[in-house]
């Protein structure tokens, strides 16, 4: 599956940025999706996944009840709703996939194998 990722931007502390994430296979109601974000000199960290249905959701303690993760599986589209941003979310925010994943697994980065090309965020204090 092909994922790209978009609505990535600017916003001042304090703002809201929604990124979508659409993808090319028409099984994608099949597979676990997770967000994640890399900033500069830093790992990449787990931000949120979504189950196949969309009812379970899990979220790094650093985004919950900030950031909210959904899917429209009509659409093939997965979102992360940021509110509230703060200067520290600042980085390439990255989605992915995978087919096999457990839920005990979603915020490890090397259970998925399919990934976005990234979109930055970058929030201004």
């Known amino acids: 599956v092909q994922l790209q990722a978009s609505g990535g931007g600017l916003v001042q502390a304090g703002g809201s940025l929604r990124l979508s994430c659409a993808a090319s296979?028409?099984?994608?109601?099949?597979?676990?999706l997770g967000w994640f974000r890399q900033a500069p000199g830093k790992e990449r960290e787990f931000v949120a996944a979504?189950?196949?249905?969309?009812?379970?959701?899990y979220y790094a303690d650093s985004v919950k009840g900030r950031f909210t993760i959904s899917r429209d599986n009509a659409r093939n589209t997965v979102y992360l709703q940021m509110n509230s941003l703060k200067p520290e979310d600042t980085a390439v925010y990255y989605c992915?996939?995978?087919?096999?994943?457990?839920?005990?697994?979603?915020?490890?980065?090397?259970?998925?194998?399919?990934w976005g090309q990234g979109t930055q965020v970058t929030v201004s204090s």
């Open positions: 296979r028409r099984t994608f109601s099949s597979y676990v």
């Open positions: 992915a996939a995978d087919l096999l994943i457990s839920s005990v697994l979603v915020m490890k980065d090397k259970e998925y194998d399919y």
């Open positions: 979504i189950s196949r249905n969309g009812s379970s959701t």
